[in-house]
């Protein structure tokens, strides 16, 4: 199972990014695959995750109503849509896939590389 992120970039308050993460040799329709980010000097943090079975989502509070996961089974992409950017949300971001949803990171066995998003004030 490969992953690969992308999509990062350089926003102003109140922007909008779309990442997508690539994944391969899974569908999607299977396990779960989820974001995370980790700011300079701070741990890795959930963000959102989706069910591969049923499809649900799931949010870190920060986020919730700004940030949307989804999935592109033909594609097999997880985008992440994010909007209302702020400060805050500055970090390096990072997909993984994992057997189930989790909301810590050491239960993902694949991960793809990351990509900065960066969010002026």
């Known amino acids: 199972v490969q992953l690969q992120a992308s999509g990062g970039g350089f926003v102003q308050t109140g922007g909008s990014l779309k990442l997508a993460c690539a994944v391969s040799?899974?569908?999607?329709?299977?396990?779960?695959v989820a974001w995370f980010r980790q700011a300079p000097g701070r741990e890795r943090a959930f963000v959102a995750a989706?069910?591969?079975?049923?499809?649900?989502?799931y949010y870190t509070d920060s986020v919730k109503g700004r940030f949307t996961i989804s999935r592109d089974n033909a594609k097999n992409t997880v985008p992440l849509q994010m909007n209302r950017l702020k400060p805050e949300d500055t970090a390096e971001y990072y997909c993984?896939?994992?057997?189930?949803?989790?909301?810590?990171?050491?239960?993902?066995?694949?991960w793809g590389q990351g990509t900065q998003v960066t969010v002026s004030s």
């Open positions: 989706i069910d591969g079975g049923s499809g649900r989502t």
């Open positions: 040799g899974r569908p999607l329709t299977t396990g779960a």
């Open positions: 993984a896939a994992g057997e189930k949803v989790w909301l810590i990171p050491s239960e993902y066995h694949y």
